[in-house]
């Protein structure tokens, strides 16, 4: 990470006592007992925030149990890819991007609005949801997307694999997605995504239907092309 610039230096625990922000990029599972550690070191009014891609457990943990003044803010950067590690790291991943920020009740105003000014500084929007809206949106828009990448690898034939075309490698590339971070996901997310794979095998059954009925297939067909032109 150091010989890309990805970081300036690396330093102990204890040197979190300097900072005016602390950041917590860990798997979901491991983001509450990470935090709670930095805490015990950080000063008092400091500002603690995670990444994490789920939120409710989380927020429920940190918005109560931090020693020591610290102010939590809970975040996720809706930016990613299929790479792990500094040698995927890369700069203009974020620029553009939607920044969630979950605030609650007991959220600090001022911890809030310095997320929000950091965010701005990256060069991405921040939107505030409630925890338990954002692990509702998110399992629609990420969370449930890599699990359909899964099954449509899972369901292609050894015969086929060689054939895909640019679509296909793009679906690949999200089920190519590291395996323990997804099972972490999946573990800390579970009710929400059930509710998106229900909504998705809704219109899985709506397309199957669709297949005996022109009409029907070309509206269904349009009415995605439509959304998908507006993400664009």
Known sequence: AQRRGAIDQLVPVARLAEADLVIIAVPPAAVVETATQAATVMREGAILTDVASTKQHIVAELDTGLPGGVRYVGGHPMAGSAGHGPASADAALLSGRP?????TSRTDPDALQTMRGLVERLGMHPVLLTPADHDTLVAQVSHMPYLVAVAAINAASADALPLHGPAFA????VAASPTDLWVDICRTNRTAIKRALDGFRRELDRLERALDEDVSLK???ESSRRK???LS
């Open 219 to 221: 509206n269904a067909l």
């Open 99 to 103: 920044y969630l920020l979950t605030p």
């Open 170 to 173: 793009d679906v690949a590339r």
């Open 228 to 230: 998908a032109e507006e």
